[in-house]
């Protein structure tokens, strides 16, 4: 059995965290784990996504058994299908997540797994996505807000993120044409303690961010936030 996160927000922040969508008995978000190579894994997924929860990230841990998946509660980007690719390096995604985004897959978000990288991808005709890009930078609080300024400068929005085992962190950005202006990014980091990082993600959804990408740390966890 897997274990799941359940973070529950205040009714103050939940009614301050639109467009996220509240039930009553559902959480804004939810961070949950799945066995990687488990049969029943996209199942579960769907059985999530099922409930109203859209997917916004991924993370793996360091012996590659376990998949996170980031949630928030919102139909503000309806889709068909979801896949998750599997692709031997950074190489092999840049040369083929061009053919999956000229099919009609958007990627949501990228992670790091074993010696290769994974990519969430959603099917949907809601995003229009123009051109992408897979940055690459370390892991300075300056060099992070440069990578995120220059993308945006130049007309596109975050989207995914992820470390590799060297250290380095990559930032996937999307243009999307009908938007005005690129979305707005916030990133954050807590110490990978639930009470900590549930604290820090609802007073960033009580502030109209909206959590969009996650990455594990060796001591924090990092949350990537939009608007």
């Known amino acids: 059995m897997t274990a799941r996160i359940m973070l529950a927000a205040t009714a103050a922040l939940l009614l301050a965290a639109a467009p996220l969508a509240a039930q009553e008995n559902l959480s804004p ?9 488990s049969d029943t894994r996209d199942d579960e997924i769907q059985e999530r996504i099922d409930q109203g929860y859209l997917p916004v990230g991924i993370e793996t841990t360091d ?6 998946v980031l949630y928030i509660h919102s139909d503000s980007l309806p889709f068909d299908q979801f896949l998750i690719a599997e692709y031997g390096g950074v190489q092999e995604l ?12 958007v990627p949501v978000d990228i992670a790091r797994y074993q ?27 300056e060099m992070i807000e440069e990578t995120y300024r220059e993308g945006t400068e130049a007309g596109y929005s975050p989207w995914g993120l992820t470390a590799d085992d060297t250290g380095t962190l990559w930032f996937l950005f999307l243009e999307e044409p009908t938007r005005d202006e690129p979305r707005g990014v916030s990133l954050s980091y807590h110490a990978a303690d639930e009470d900590e990082f549930e604290l820090g993600v609802n007073q960033k959804i009580g502030q109209g961010w909206i959590p969009w990408g996650v990455m594990f740390g060796p001591e924090n966890i990092y949350f990537q936030y939009t608007n």
């Open 29 to 37: 978000w939810v961070l949950e784990d799945y066995e990687m190579n």
């Open 94 to 105: 840049e040369d083929q997540m061009g053919s999956m985004i000229n099919q009609g897959w």
């Open 115 to 141: 010696d290769g990288m994974l990519a969430f991808y959603i099917n949907t005709d809601v995003v229009t996505i123009g051109d992408w890009g897979l940055t690459a930078t370390v892991g300075r609080t």
């Open 63 to 68: 012996d590659d058994d376990t998949l996170w």
